[in-house]
């Protein structure tokens, strides 16, 4: 394990959160007991610094975005959050900012973005790039926050992110730093950037793509590798964010979002659940100007204003979630896939063994001991070898 981890990563499950979407930084702590009830005990936050439209083009790295609110604003969003046990993770946007960000011209590559004419590359080389980055980490973790997600930062050299975090470390060695990387050689990554954690969208893919193929087999793969990454550091987990479409929109089947929702809660890692998609929200991202628009709603001033057809999947989100809560070695713990066809699997997780079935008809597993119990299932408990067509279940024995 990485060794600046604290063991209280092993515990968080985070609610992700858009402000600018959601809507100001006082409206969101007014959601912390809604997160608190789900089981969440982390809320992580898209950014929330000056910028010029979505947040990820920063002109001010030190200032809270005027629409979101003030920095009194902020304290409270803290201190409430500390008051209830949650912890707070910020979106740090420092491989690119908004063309209006103010710094002598050395700072900057020259080129854009990922062909965003309104982002501007930052220059990594540069010795006063690193110590700016440094200096905002450390203001925003001495302000309160408990870590940070580095947005893009498959986009930049390990080494500057190493350099960075051995300054920073030393005064926040509580603090978690989690990578967004989509794809490469994951375990290399984190060895030479020192980060604690990276995104795991090879399996978020898989999840999605498994369910929506009936193809299990890409879900057993992907478990393998995402077990050979454990040793290297907790991964965060996913079915959703503020860059994708929604996983109630994802999914073919709309009977198949239990089962994801199932592998989230029951693989190892630490998840990130997308606000909204407690509530099975649904929205597409498209490649255009505003094509986020739908998978960054505003959410209602409170919680009496959320459709009755939501609360469903919050329980059941509840409810599993209080499973891996009674069951923490899930964090640690890889997967294996017991048994294997193309549309049922069982994947054995620690203690427990999760049955998942999307053929037309049911399934009887193998070797399902006779001592077996049913802990939760999209049906009424019956025999714990028998999955329903397009069902699942939860047991241990």
């Known amino acids: 394990m990485v060794a600046w981890v604290n063991s209280w990563i092993e515990h968080a499950i985070w609610w992700h959160v858009y402000p600018l979407g959601f809507g100001r930084l006082t409206k969101i702590t007014g959601w912390l007991d809604y997160e608190v009830e789900l089981g969440a005990n982390g809320l992580q936050l898209g950014p929330i610094f000056a910028s010029e439209s ?104 390990p080494a500057f992110w190493k350099a960075a975090l051995d300054r920073v470390r030393p005064k926040h060695p509580d603090a978690w730093f989690v990578g967004e990387v989509i794809h490469g050689d994951y375990r290399a990554i984190l060895r030479d950037s020192g980060l604690d954690a990276l995104t795991q969208y090879e399996l978020w893919k898989a999840i999605w793509s498994s369910l929506n193929d009936g193809n299990f087999f890409e879900l057993a793969w992907a478990l393998e590798r995402h077990a050979e990454l454990l040793p290297a550091g907790l991964p965060m987990t996913f079915l959703g964010n503020h860059d994708v479409t929604r996983i ?48 960054r709603p505003a959410f209602p001033d409170s919680r009496d204003s959320l459709s009755p057809l939501g609360w469903p999947t919050y329980r059941l989100y509840e409810t599993l979630i209080g499973l891996r809560r009674r069951n923490p070695g899930i964090a640690h713990s890889p997967t294996t896939a017991t048994h294997l066809t193309n549309t049922a699997v069982a994947l054995r997780t620690g203690s427990l063994t999760l049955l998942l079935n999307v053929g037309d008809d049911e399934y009887r597993f193998p070797d399902i001991a006779p001592g077996a119990q049913v802990l939760e299932s999209s049906e009424p408990a019956g025999e714990p070898a028998l999955v329903p067509a397009h069902g699942w279940s939860v047991l241990t024995w």
């Open 54 to 157: 979505h947040g990820y083009d920063t002109v001010d790295h030190f200032r809270i975005d005027p629409r979101l609110g003030d920095d009194a604003d902020f304290d409270a969003l803290i201190a409430a959050a500390r008051k209830k046990g949650v912890r707070v993770l910020l979106d740090g946007v420092f491989n690119h900012v908004g063309r209006g960000f103010q710094a002598p011209a050395h700072w900057f590559t020259g080129g854009d973005f990922e062909g965003h004419s309104s982002l501007r590359e930052l220059d990594h080389t540069q010795p006063e790039v690193l110590d700016h980055v440094v200096r905002v980490m450390d203001h925003w973790l001495e302000r309160g926050a408990d870590g940070w997600r580095l947005d893009a930062a498959y986009a930049v050299d």
């Open 248 to 295: 109630a929109s994802k999914l073919d089947d709309p009977r198949h979002l239990g089962h994801a929702i199932a592998i989230l809660c029951t693989v190892a890692g630490v998840p990130s659940i997308y606000y909204g998609d407690e509530q099975a929200f649904r929205g597409v991202k498209e490649e255009r100007e505003g094509g986020d628009d739908e998978i």
